[in-house]
């Protein structure tokens, strides 16, 4: 896709929310933060208020542009609404490239928020494998940074012609996670007296759908990813270019299997195989762990 017709993509997708927006709320509504959804995690939209006003849901299939969500756990629809006060638009469920999407369609909602005008913050939450050894299922882990594994072979949602008038060329993302945004998730740890353990780390990106091997596993681990996942980084990337805060939250869900398969040659009788992942899990663990993401994500929106 051409820029010219990408900036036509996002002008026709924000002209139609706008108006679906105006139409609904007979009032300016201007959303300041986009929350994120993964997979299990679609309580968060239990949190947006009810009613003064009463929310705003709109399937992705009905948005010029978009792509429908095929993943189970992901409904596929922005929501917007109040959440403690703050004008928010939340995506329950995102789109992923192995589903098909491109990475201009993956990060299309993020591109079309920043054309609207409003937004400037992200939050973003996933599923991911756990890595670092001192990690459980169901804690959580705050980005403090990634690894693009796709993205060293050029599979990157800054490839291709740059819109200069949103973001520079050579986008620097040392900084990629808001230091005082990971400050306030602590701070509202403690005074929410969650007892869920919460690292900090750094997150691989792979582009899935496959659950790693564990040769594949071992290899991240010592490339220095303590979680991994297929999605997140495209949405940072583009939302980072676009010069907004990210504030990204992992809940590890399964324990990637590091250890070598059992072998063919041996005598003796294998020990019981631990660890096939599967996306039942995922959902399961993230329905358990659920509560506490949702109380965190409306703490820190409070305070935006």
């Not at 939340?90 to 591109?111: D, K």
């Not at 400037?120 to 459980?136: E, H």
């Not at 900090?200 to 759908?209: A, H, K, N």
């Not at 995922?282 to 305070?303: F, H, I, P, T, Y």
Request: hydrophobic content about 40%.
């Amino acid at each position: 896709m051409s820029l010219v017709e990408q900036r036509q993509t996002i002008e026709g997708a924000s002209s139609y929310l706008a108006q679906r927006v105006q139409l609904h709320f007979q009032t300016s509504f201007e959303p300041r933060v986009l929350i994120i959804c993964g997979s299990g995690l679609g309580g968060i939209s239990n949190r947006i208020a009810p009613d003064n006003p009463p929310p705003l849901s709109i399937g992705y299939g009905e948005i010029p542009g978009f792509k429908d969500s095929t993943v189970p756990g992901h409904q596929g629809a922005l929501i917007f609404g109040s959440m403690n006060g703050v004008p928010v638009v939340l995506m329950n469920g995102r789109l992923h490239s192995y589903e098909g999407h491109s990475l201009f369609e993956v990060t299309l909602p993020i591109r079309v928020l920043h054309h609207m005008g409003h937004v400037r913050q992200l939050i973003v939450t996933n599923a991911a494998g756990g890595l670092n050894p001192n990690f459980n299922t169901c804690d959580l882990m705050c980005l403090s940074d990634h690894i693009n594994l796709p993205g060293f072979a050029g599979l990157h949602p800054l490839k291709g012609p740059n819109m200069e008038d949103v973001g520079p060329r050579f986008l620097p993302l040392s900084d990629a996670y808001d230091l005082g945004l990971r400050k306030l998730l602590f701070k509202k740890k403690q005074e929410l007296n969650i007892a869920r353990p919460i690292h900090e780390g750094t997150y691989m990106f792979v582009s899935g759908p496959t659950f790693e091997t564990r040769a594949e596993s071992r290899l991240i681990q010592k490339l220095g990813g303590d979680a991994v996942g297929m999605s997140t980084v495209p949405e940072i990337i583009v939302a980072r270019h676009c010069g907004w805060k990210v504030l990204a939250l992992s809940l590890i869900t399964n324990n990637c299997v590091t250890d070598p398969p059992p072998s063919a040659l041996a005598t003796e009788a294998p020990p019981m195989d631990k660890g096939i992942a599967s996306h039942a899990e995922v959902l399961e663990n993230g329905r358990k762990a659920s509560l506490d993401v949702e109380r965190l994500v409306a703490a820190v929106v409070a305070d935006l």
